[in-house]
C-alpha cells in the first residue's frame, strides 16, 4: 500500500499529474450545483495527503543527507544523527544547546578576528 502512496504521491506532484488533479477539481466543483459536494472535500483530502507525502519524503531525503555529512565529516558529534525522532522537548533543548554553542563559537572568531587585525594594523602580524 504505502508503494502505490508514494508512486501517485511522485505522479500527482509532477506537472502531468497536477493537470489531472486541476482537471478533477474543476469536473468536482461543477458537480457542487448537483449536490455532489462530497465529491469536492475527497479531493481536497487528496491533494492535501499528496503535500503531506511529498513533504514527507522530501524531510526524509534531507535528513538522510545531512546524516550523511554530519556523519562524513569526523570531527562533528554524531549525537545529532536521529535527531528527527526524538521527542519535541528534546530536540528543542538540543537546538537551544546548538544555538548557544554557536553563538560562543561566533564571539570567540570576533575576538580573535579582532586581535588579528589589531597585530596586524600595529605590524605584529597575526596573533592567531
Do not use: W
Not at 62 to 90: F, M
Not at 99 to 124: I, K, P, T
Request: charged residues 20%.
Amino acid at each position: 500500500m504505502n508503494r502505490l502512496l508514494f508512486r501517485a504521491a511522485d505522479f500527482l506532484s509532477r506537472p502531468p499529474g497536477f493537470y489531472a488533479m486541476v482537471v478533477a477539481m474543476v469536473a468536482c466543483t461543477l458537480l457542487v450545483p448537483f449536490g455532489l459536494t462530497y465529491a469536492l472535500s475527497v479531493a481536497a483530502i487528496i491533494i492535501t495527503g499528496v503535500v503531506l507525502i511529498q513533504g514527507y519524503r522530501d524531510t526524509a531525503a534531507i535528513h538522510a543527507k545531512l546524516d550523511e555529512i554530519v556523519i562524513a565529516l569526523r570531527q562533528t558529534r554524531n549525537d545529532v544523527v536521529g535527531l528527527e525522532y526524538a521527542e519535541p522537548h528534546e530536540i528543542k533543548s538540543k537546538l537551544t544547546e546548538l544555538e548557544m554553542e554557536a553563538g560562543r563559537l561566533a564571539a570567540g572568531e570576533s575576538v580573535r578576528d579582532a586581535m588579528n587585525e589589531a597585530g596586524a594594523a600595529v605590524g605584529g602580524g597575526s596573533l592567531g
